[in-house]
């Protein structure tokens, strides 16, 4: 129990650090828009000390993997926002259903989920959510029955889930003595006691994105190693180890380094699936709400904010989608996905952004057409500030 509470504050504290982190990170860079993720696991095996202690060394990977991404200027860990088949008003953001620590970043992000809701008041978005629910709720309509709204998967369906696995990890105090494990298995190593001097730590993983709509690899990168040759002394008869011998040794920064190598090669492989191998084309969003009557049909709801590098004033198209899938919506793997005209059906500007969610203002329409839900959100121009 006391170890669950360690874990838990650990992440806690790192969670709320980086939160604040990522966002002056984002300032100081040149800025990109980021892909929204869902975080999956890093499978790892546990490790045996030479104390004789078993460290959760799966926990210790995860941890450091959510570090990373939360540092990385290019992914965002998704929330989910309201929808018209699951409304609540004051409902904590879900993330990461499939990561270790969905319950400790649900509670960091609470507060990003009132302030997207807000939002959605303020530009008559949440009055057009609960007629829809109403609608739903009281058996009028069923969901997908109205060409307006969506299958509930693509509300807060990431663009990707990152996952992979440490395939080795060996940290190496002696003579034929490491501690962790290769492709054959745990290293053998004998109870020591007392002062030992660990010399060099190597270790590899493998990272890839998933489309989570239809299971297919997008993204991988396999093999990355780091290695650090620092040495580091800990005595084994004075302190319990525990965490602490992965967070406060150079053994962090090694599998920080391979976490972040992994992060960076995924983001080249996704860029290389445009044509102009650049991450700004590569990118896209797509529409959750379409126009709604009080805002005279000028203005659409699409995922996208604060958190994703967004500004007021920056410039998109968008194009609506055909969706193809084997069986149910959302129930079934999708086939396919495919724009239903070569040119865009309007260009918008966006004009308000909350933490997840973003409206913006149609300020043409290319085409005689309507824009739907699920419509893709491509990035036109970003906005620069004018040089004082």
Known sequence: MANNKLKTGV???????LSMGAESCQKASERVLKMDIELGNINAQSILMPSGERIDFQWVANALFYQSVMTNDHFVIMNEIPTPQTVTKTSLANNNKASLFSKVISTVWASAQNENEQLMEQYGFGAQLRTKQRAISQGYSKPGDDPSEIPECLYNMPQAQLAGEVVSFESNFGAGLSIGYGTNGAFQNAPVGGSVEFKSTRLQMGMRAVDPLNGTITAAAQGVKNQSDIKFGVNLASILLGLDFFYKTPIASVVSGAMDSSLKTIVGSISKTSQTNSWADA?????????????GDTQILIRGGSRYGMLVGDQFTVTNMRYKWKGEACASKLEYRVPTTATPVAN??????????????????????????????KLLKMYVAPKK
């Not at 990118?283 to 009557?293: F, I, K």
């Not at 500007?349 to 409206?359: N, R």
């Open 11 to 17: 992440l806690l504290a790192m969670a709320a650090t």
């Open 348 to 377: 918008v500007t966006i004009v308000a952004v909350g933490p997840d969610v973003a409206v913006a203002k149609i300020d043409r329409y290319m085409i005689e057409d309507r824009i739907l839900p699920g419509a893709q959100v």
């Open 283 to 295: 990118w896209e969003s797509r529409v959750m709400y379409d126009p709604e009557v009080v805002n």
